[in-house]
């Protein structure tokens, strides 16, 4: 029996969607990395994950800077959302899930190195303006032009960090399918919320978190970054009432 959901028109719009783009083009960074990886040294890979970190540092640090914030909510949202997290222990999880991932992949044992790859990317390429207008603009009027821009820029950034980390870069991509076509999805209900100073909030905390991220592929920290995920979300609410 046909159905309508499978018609050639339907299908081509989920194929060029912005959200199924910018999935494939960061596996497709992603394999291109890893690939590279094999015939790197190992001391040339521990430069390179230091080099890495640094251009991440460089990204949180510009993020921060907004001009329409309240620092009080950045504080309240990062301060619950730690304790949300903790609670959740969302960092046990995930390094759960990572290690039955290597075990599947026999890749070594090396658990810490996919978790800090997927948390890594999957920071780098959701939290932003970008994924979030892009995404917002993708299912209201179908125009996926800033998706399109978004989703270069992730795959060279997934070629660059999967060259170091590996596996955990290119499992983001799943991560970026399921955040952007969530959003898209619910565009039109997510639209009033998402105004542009709730946005802000949202970037600033991303940043926030890619920072310590940072710091932890440098060595300086061990911050389970995590546990404050929860943190990201927070301003929707936080923001109705300060």
Not at 85 to 102: H, R, T, V, W
Not at 205 to 213: C, E, F, Q, T, V
């Amino acid at each position: 029996m046909f159905c309508p959901y499978l018609d050639g028109d339907y299908m081509l719009k989920i194929f060029t969607s912005g959200a199924f783009v910018n999935f494939i083009l960061v596996i497709l960074g992603s394999g291109v990395g890893m690939l590279l990886k094999r015939g790197i040294p190992e001391k040339i890979q521990k430069t390179l994950i230091a080099a890495v970190a640094l251009c991440v540092l460089y990204i949180g640090v510009t993020g921060v800077f907004e001009a329409d914030i309240s620092v009080l909510i950045i504080i309240i949202s990062m301060a619950l959302g730690a304790v949300i997290g903790q609670a959740l222990n969302l960092d046990g999880l995930l390094n759960k899930l990572a290690n039955k991932i290597e075990g599947k992949f026999k890749s070594g044992g090396e658990s810490g190195k996919i978790a800090e790859g997927f948390v890594g990317a999957t920071l780098l390429f959701c939290v932003g303006a970008m994924t979030v207008v892009g995404s917002i603009d993708s299912g209201i009027s179908g125009d996926n032009a800033t998706l399109y821009s978004k989703s270069v820029i992730d795959c060279i950034s997934a070629a660059v960090m999967a060259s170091s980390l590996g596996l955990g870069v290119m499992l983001s991509a799943f991560a970026v399918l399921f955040i952007e076509g969530v959003l898209t999805l619910l565009a039109s209900v997510v639209e009033p919320i998402l105004t542009a100073y709730v946005v802000a909030h949202i970037s600033v905390i991303g940043s926030l978190l890619i920072i310590a991220l940072a710091l932890n592929m440098l060595k300086i920290t061990n911050i389970k970054v995590m546990n404050i995920i929860p943190a990201v979300f927070l301003p929707l609410l936080l923001c109705l009432f300060m």
